[in-house]
């Protein structure tokens, strides 16, 4: 039951991560590689307002949120925008471009340095237990934003005007300037969402694991990437069943005294869902338009 | 009201409009006829935005709009129907109209109208888009331009595939928008179904415009009968 909870820990952050690729995926067809720093980004963030400003939970949520999103936006429009008639290589090999930039620049002496760096606690704990589970008021806190998100998000794509809009860029992207709207600001629109979700993954990490370095979001953007590939990229409900799947997985593989495994056992389920569902489980085959 | 002033279109080395001036008047109903390839569609993107204009102008309303975006022009009230129709498939109707609506104040004011021409929109109003037969999908495409609210209304052949029912069925719905007030341009290789409703008649062949004036003095020229009406 302790590693169910555990499970749904990581599987949340996953899932807000997933949601970013899979939503600037599902509307321009891109894998965003510079997502999982951005989340990274939005760690250090909450990292410097809660040693320098002693910032609570809502200071640290609200400064992650709109750090991360004026950074996606600032991504998209100086890198990808001018490339958005060229080949897709051109597009995915910029994105790595920004990725190693990131971690660089953030890795740099003058900005945070290379170092890993402890965030002081910043949200008061307590412990309940029930029955023989405990849990703590983080994990709650964690897995109430994460749902929380997870369902306004569905709520946000399927009923709002903007939501809307975002399926229709997705379904025809050509089209939608005939419907009199500037396909420009949607796209940005999304870049802002997905790198906010990302942002708050950032800082629903550093509540459980409070370290923060350059390279932290490597390994977990690469996770969050699975997942959404995993669930079937471009689909939010997709994205968010890959990433709990992929938590269970790793918990499962630890709780069985195969903690070395843990990444193996993800990887490896990507591939297998590849080979047996290449458009992921709740994915659509769709032909790649010309 | 809508002007095309020595317009060319080119992709890359291939010229597919060469030089065309186009003069619509306010209440217009024209119609550009030609071939497969002879430079029709081009004219409608490039007018819209969708397409570069290589050479020449386009002006709407008296002003200069070559360069206007074309989310922009839209919001002016030029609005274009797309050839192959471009609803949005995984939109269910509603949505689709609603997309339509998205830059228009009282979007919904135009729903009776487009529910008196196309009554079975009404009935499809839940479904996603992309379960309508083509001919629905047509008249989807053609209610979402009537719900932008347009001055004018652009259309790349809406007969494009359609029973010769449906097609009668399309251009009457396309002379009720026109004796509504709209001014419409309509791109057609049904040479015959367009010049039975339009008001103004242009021939294109080969990216330039051969002929034009009225539908009637069209429809009798022999070339054009020999090459597009098949008599």
Redesign the interface.
Known sequence: MQQVINALMLGSMYALIALGYTMIYGIIRFINFAHGDVFMVGAYIVFNVVTIFKFGFWGALLCAVLGTMLLGVVIERVAYKPLRNAPKISLLITAIGVSLFLENFVALPVVMGSMPKVVPSFIPISIYSLGNVKFSSAQVIILVTAVALMIFLGWFIRSTKLGRAMRAVSSDYAAVPLMGINVDNIISMAFAIGSALAGVGGLLYVIVYPEVDPFMGIMLGTKAFIAAVVGGIGNIYGAVAGAYLIAFLEVAMVAAGYSMWRDAAAFGLLIIVLLIKPSGLFGKFEKEKV | MLELDSLFVRYGGITAVRGISVKIDDGDLAAIIGANGAGKSSTLNAI???VPVAEGKVFFDGQDVTRT???VK??KGM??V?EGR??????TVY?NL???G???KDWKSELDFVFTLFPILNERFKQSAGTLSGGEQQMLAIA?GIV?KPKVLLLDEPSLGLSPVLVQQIMGAIKQINQRGTTVLLVEQNAFAALRIASKAFVMELGEITLQGEPSQIAVNEHVRAAYLGA
Do not use: D, K, S, W
């Open positions: 819209v935005g969708m975006p074309t989310h839209v919001r609005v274009l797309p471009r609803i949005f498939p995984n939109l949505e609603q997309m339509a998205y830059a228009v979402r932008a």
